[in-house]
């Protein structure tokens, strides 16, 4: 089977879905493009010439299926390269643009959704990571199609894309060892991005309390930073400099050894549609605490979740860290593992296109 695997805006998780996946199912013969992850605007609207100018020859070979990501301008690129229609098309979407958090002062991503928008229409199957990305992509469509002047009927062609769309995690690698316990049930740890979409500040707030409560705890901040850090971050490493035992992002080795001394692993994020770094982090040992809204209730029991505020946050971290056996036990995640997903992966690129229930809107 021919596949080509297009990644329009390769971020960290998308890397290593698509790493994995070519890994996995290893009986494929894959074409891999990608575009870094940077210039948000310009690439997302601008992929398919990126990627005509760069990569025509390949792009102009035999497939049988495309799996795209949702950023790809999939609509676009098989009007450039009409024999690509003929391929079966996989739409994979990691996040969508209708369940961004967006900030006062910045401009609405419409071109952003529409190319979420087209890539669905244009795609034969649609799958999703988790039931809330999927609920909030069509939810937020149709509120945006609302605004349009004609008034579309749009309502039952959406919930029949809804209906067909499946829901097929990105599975992590299987540890390389089994934890055994929370071998650090103090340590807390940050392992997001640096952005304002992960809320810092609520995590930071919440430490600041606890420092200042005389409550015991060491810190471990991780994750990837970009040029624009949120000023917290400066704040919290000089406040919080007697807790610190690592600051930044770490080379992988460091990172992994880090994770498997166990901690407990914490979330404040308004937008999350999947959250590898907490599933990892519960992997090794660490206790996840994440708030009660966006993906985390399909995906974690509630004694792992806190009320979503400042001070719901502080009340149970003071509770766990003031008394670490009333944290509670390890979380199993074989089920967000590889060997559960691989032959979803495998029947979702090899299914017959003709025999799909996958409908097109105009039926």
């Excluded at 210039?39 to 102009?60: A, D, Q, T, V």
């Excluded at 040029?227 to 600051?247: G, K, M, S, T, Y």
Aim: charged residues 20%; negative net charge.
């Amino acid at each position: 089977m021919r596949v080509l695997l297009l990644s329009a805006y390769e971020a960290v998780s998308h890397r290593y879905w698509a790493n994995s996946l070519m890994d996995e199912v290893s009986d494929v013969s894959w074409t891999l493009l990608s575009l870094p992850p940077r210039h948000f605007s310009w690439r997302i609207r601008g992929n398919p010439m990126s990627w005509w100018l760069k990569e025509y020859e390949r792009l102009s070979q035999p497939y049988d299926v495309v799996l795209a990501t949702s950023m790809v301008d999939i609509a676009t690129l098989v009007g450039l390269f009409p024999h690509l229609g003929r391929a079966r098309k996989v739409v994979y979407f990691h996040e969508n643009q209708f369940a961004y958090p967006e900030s006062s002062d910045q401009m609405p991503q419409v071109e952003a959704k529409m190319v979420n928008l087209y890539a669905a229409l244009a795609a034969d199957v649609l799958v999703f990571n988790t039931a809330y990305n999927r609920d909030s992509f069509f939810d937020g469509a149709r509120r945006f199609l609302k605004k349009m002047p004609e008034n579309l009927p749009a309502a039952k062609p959406l919930e029949r894309l809804r209906q067909s769309a499946r829901v097929v995690p990105v599975p992590i690698a299987p540890a390389a060892c089994s934890a055994a316990g929370n071998a650090n049930p103090r340590r807390l740890i940050w392992n997001h991005r640096w952005e304002y979409d992960k809320n810092p500040e609520d995590f930071f707030t919440v430490l600041f309390k606890l420092s200042e409560q005389q409550v015991p705890f060491e810190l471990a901040v991780l994750g990837q930073q970009f040029r624009d850090v949120p000023p917290v971050f400066a704040e919290a490493q000089v406040r919080l400099a007697e807790h610190i035992i690592c600051w930044g992002p770490q080379p992988e080795a460091e990172y992994r050894a880090l994770l498997n001394g166990g901690g407990i692993v914490v979330s404040t994020t308004w937008h999350e549609f999947q959250g590898l770094a907490i599933m990892e982090a519960a992997q090794r040992g660490a206790t996840p605490l994440v708030p009660d809204r966006l993906c985390f209730p399909e995906l974690y029991p509630s004694e792992y979740r806190y009320d979503g505020t400042p001070e719901g946050l502080y009340e149970r971290l003071e509770r766990w860290l003031l008394e670490p056996h009333s944290q509670p036990a390890q979380l199993d995640t074989q089920a967000w593992q590889w060997p559960r997903w691989r032959e979803t992966y495998r029947q979702l690129l090899a299914e017959d296109a003709s025999n799909e229930s996958i409908r097109r809107v105009g039926q």
